[in-house]
């Protein structure tokens, strides 16, 4: 038998809330129109005296809904987190006084402000429920890491450190990855002077050393199912034999591959022995072995051309138009090599901008200096065999004039292609049971978006880059090193750490059932009424988690562990079935019909803000702080994200009377900042369509407008609202108004 709701409101006088507004009138409005059975004020409710009020009316008056008119909901987390109840926040402080001047004239408006913050807060309560488990979670605390290189071995070794088994599966007979070819790596610690150890050797045997790190060599993933916590994945061997193990998170760390050379005849490459990649001048390092270097063929080296960019930073078809990252100081380590053997050797580096990134970048190129490296800025057009060598005709950059030079060898530094597996948008769209190994891919995703993880450009696999970098859009998952974006070595050990921290975070709150960032904790989940479901599709196709899969009579079924709790799939339902306990239709809606609305000849417009809690609300939050006011006129309610919002929220506020809407999301795009990566992107298309709304009530279509807000936008967000302000000013009020 479900549990009696019983509805407690509690305002707080604190922070100056007191002196500007009338509570009491706050408190009577929750009783006597909301239905709020208890109603308390309070001086300080973030106090400890405060807070135990609220637990008291929980434990001894059944008190399960509660109404906090205070704060913003981003304030006081901690101190008004009870436990098995419902809570939503009323913004009192931020949203209404701080952003309201301490005036005579302004009083009133600031006074109605907080009534309906009141209302809403309450009627947005009333219709939540406390979320509970659903059932689903289960709580594996082992790794599957896939791949075997710098960034798998650092990885299997940080979980096994934090007492988690990690198991590593590579592809070919032996661990280190490209690294295992390098003859010395560029050194990671003080004074950043000389090339150091790989370090390759010493990973391998904490590896082996550690019984919490299983290895499966020449070994691939033939398939992977199943969420954080549950996750199941076939590793199957050369032979063909396969064995079925289950994990609680995983962690991609496939690599990259060194760009193919034979793309770029005009540098020389493949027409003789004196051109070679730097991974090939590593393994004829490696064959020296601190000896004298010689060329493939033989022959003695005396001068050697670093050709920087080779193949990347480029335009032209088929290049690759980024940084690989290392390139530049991986010249400066090979030069060394040579100066280190004989000083007398002649070694130049040729760059268009040099780039040493790193704490000691700076230093370890200051060091190739004092051993006497040139470092000469041009670019190279054409390598030719000149029978002794190669002749480098470049572009001189500082004395703006075409020149050449002589050299026994040319290095070109061509730059890491990721190694990500298969870049697929959706598969099995119309036969979702439909699936099949692929021998490009990674992972073997049996999610119908695709078999593995997405790309976001260049072909490295998508993360979230500037909130929560080591998150992709597949939960539970999580890519390290040269696959998630160009690196070095000791970015990819930094990056593999990382991701290992994340994967045990992910694992860890899979067990309880916690959604994972940006929402890390959120109990609850999606459901959906199924006599209401017309099996669109749209929810399992616009899902930027891929958290949505179907039963075997085509209807939704949705995966807690993968679900970010972003409600896209609640926006994106056209019969509105899909709902959370904690966020649904109704929780906004009611917010959005519950705001008083005054007649049109009292010439008090109101605005509806629907604001991403994740960026716009907390820049309105800090404008407030700052001082920054706005239109009294405005009712900022937050979202989940832009990608939750349901047409019908927009259709119900223009025919209850608001004159005016703003969505607020993320920036969307390449260099998206929707921390739910799609969410904004997707709700912004949606929104293009609302013109026929308007048009069809008879509206005009600056009424409703939609923008993308950074969470540094203090001054921009209030100045939009104050923007739609004068707009309805101009246009008038609407036609709807009761």
């Given amino acids: 038998m479900a549990e009696e709701k019983k509805v407690g409101t509690y305002i707080c006088k604190g922070c100056g809330i007191g002196d500007r507004v009338n509570t009491a009138g706050m408190a009577t409005i929750a009783t006597r129109e909301c239905k709020s059975q208890v109603t308390k004020e309070h001086d300080f409710l973030c106090s400890a005296e405060g807070v135990k009020m609220i637990q008291d009316d929980i434990d001894n008056d059944g008190v399960n809904h509660i109404a906090i008119v205070a704060c913003s909901r981003r304030a006081k987390t901690e101190a008004f987190s009870f436990e098995n109840v419902a809570i939503s926040r009323g913004n009192v402080r931020e949203g209404v006084i701080w952003v309201r001047p301490d005036t005579d004239e302004a009083s ?61 599966v590579e592809k070919t007979g032996a661990l280190g990855g490209s690294a295992a070819n390098l003859y010395r790596r560029v050194p990671e610690s003080s004074p950043f002077k000389d090339p150091e150890d790989s370090g390759v050797a010493a990973l391998i045997a904490a590896v082996d050393a550690d019984s919490k790190i299983t290895v499966h060599l020449n070994s691939t993933v033939t398939k992977t199912s199943g969420a954080p916590g549950r996750f199941s994945a076939d590793i199957t061997t050369e032979s063909g034999a396969t064995a079925t193990e289950n994990f609680g998170a995983i962690i991609q760390t496939s690599g990259f591959t060194e760009y193919d050379a034979n793309q770029l005849p005009h540098l020389g490459y493949g027409k003789g022995k004196n051109v070679v990649t730097q991974m090939e001048l590593e393994a004829l390092a490696a064959a020296a072995d601190g000896g004298v270097i010689k060329t493939a063929d033989g022959k003695d080296i005396n001068s050697v051309v670093f050709i920087q960019c080779a193949g990347q930073r480029s335009d032209e078809e088929g290049h690759l138009p980024y940084c690989s990252g290392h390139c ?100 099995g769209q119309d036969d979702p049971g439909k699936w099949e190994v692929s021998v490009d891919s990674i992972l073997n995703l049996d999610y119908r978006q695709g078999k593995d993880m997405p790309q976001l450009r260049h072909g490295f696999n998508d993360s979230h880059f500037i909130c929560f970098p080591y998150e992709t859009r597949r939960t539970g998952i999580y890519t390290a090193g040269p696959t998630r974006r160009p690196m070095d070595i000791g970015q990819a050990i930094e990056d593999a750490t990382g991701a290992a921290l994340k994967a045990i975070q992910a694992a860890e709150n899979a067990e309880l059932g916690r959604a994972a960032h940006p929402r890390s904790g959120d109990l ?117 994200c832009l990608g939750s919002t349901n047409l019908i929220w927009v259709t119900d506020a223009l025919n209850s009377g608001y004159d005016g809407i703003i969505l607020m999301g993320c920036q969307k795009g390449e260099n998206y900042q929707c921390h739910f990566v799609k969410g904004s992107e997707i709700a912004q298309d949606r929104m293009s369509k609302v013109d026929d709304t308007l048009q069809s009530l008879s509206l005009e279509p600056e009424r409703v407008e939609t923008y993308e807000i950074a969470i540094t936008d203090i001054e921009r967000a209030p100045q939009l609202i104050n923007d739609m302000a004068a707009t309805i000013e101009k246009i008038g009020m609407s036609p709807f108004k009761f």
């Fill in 108 to 168: 009133e408006t600031t006074q109605e402000m907080a009534e309906d913050y009141t209302r809403m807060a309450v009627h947005e309560v009333s219709v939540m429920t406390p979320p509970t488990p659903s059932g689903q979670s289960e709580g594996r605390k082992n790794l599957l890491i896939v791949g075997g290189g710098i960034s798998g071995m650092t990885a299997a070794i940080e979980a096994a450190r934090a007492g988690y088994e990690a198991t590593i």
């Fill in 328 to 427: 530049c100081t991986t010249s400066i380590k090979q030069a060394m090599y040579f100066k280190d053997q004989n000083p007398a050797i002649d070694t130049t580096v040729m760059f268009t901008d040099l780039r040493t990134p790193g704490a000691g970048g700076e230093d370890f190129y200051r060091s190739g200096q004092d051993k006497g490296i040139n470092f000469t800025k041009g670019v190279a057009s054409e390598v030719t065999d000149n029978g002794n060598g190669c002749t480098v005709k470049f572009r001189d950059m500082i004395l703006d004039e075409d020149t050449s030079t002589d050299a026994d060898l040319v290095v070109l530094a061509t730059g890491m292609v990721a190694n990500a597996g298969v870049d697929i948008d959706v598969v």
């Fill in 524 to 640: 609850s989940y999606p459901s959906f009424r199924k006599e209401g479901c017309t099996q669109c599709k749209r929810c399992t196709v616009e899902c930027p988690f891929g958290a949505i899969d179907e039963d075997e009579e085509r209807y939704p079924q949705f995966n807690e562990g993968r679900c970010r709790r972003c409600g896209t799939c609640m926006g994106a339902c056209p019969v509105r079935v899909i709902s959370f306990d904690n966020y649904s239709i109704d929780t906004v809606g009611n917010q959005i019909k519950n705001v008083d609305i005054p007649e049109e000849f009292d010439e008090k417009p109101r605005i509806l803000v629907l604001a991403c809690e994740n960026d716009a609300y907390p820049a309105l939050d800090m404008a407030a702080m700052n001082g920054v006011e706005y239109s009294a006129f405005a009712r900022i309610i937050p979202i989940r």
